[in-house]
């Protein structure tokens, strides 16, 4: 059973930064696609960022150039650098792996943006 262990949550002020890991038990190197969402609270979790297997990236319209999603294969570790947090950024995060048609969920790290 493949696990994945988020970190990297926490408290932020608006305007600061923080950096979520993902750490993966099975080699990421062979997934299909990579991806966070968030989910705030009541709402079903939305697409964050996502890295498909060919390389192409794919963003929500909210994180306008400030998240950036990335991958270290030799560590089995994928993250998401947030910038520029907003309090509208609050939320659970949750890292996503696919591996054929099955998703990999990790247990989800809260982001807290104060104003």
């Known amino acids: 059973q493949v696990q994945l262990v988020e970190s990297g949550g926490g408290l932020a002020q608006a305007g600061e930064s923080l950096r979520l890991s993902c750490e993966s038990s099975?080699?990421?190197?062979?997934?299909?696609?990579i991806s966070w969402h968030r989910q705030a609270r009541g709402n079903q979790p939305d697409l964050v960022a996502e890295?498909?297997?060919?390389?192409?990236?794919n963003y929500a319209d909210f994180v306008n150039g400030r998240f950036t999603i990335s991958k270290d294969n030799d560590k089995n570790t994928i993250y998401l650098e947030m910038n520029r947090l907003k309090p509208d950024d609050t939320g659970v995060y949750y890292c996503?792996?696919?591996?054929?048609?099955?998703?990999?969920w990790g247990q989800g790290a809260q982001v807290t943006v104060s104003s």
């Open positions: 996503v792996i696919r591996w054929g048609v099955v998703d990999y």
């Open positions: 099975a080699a990421i190197g062979s997934a299909n696609s």
């Open positions: 890295r498909l297997s060919g390389g192409a990236i």
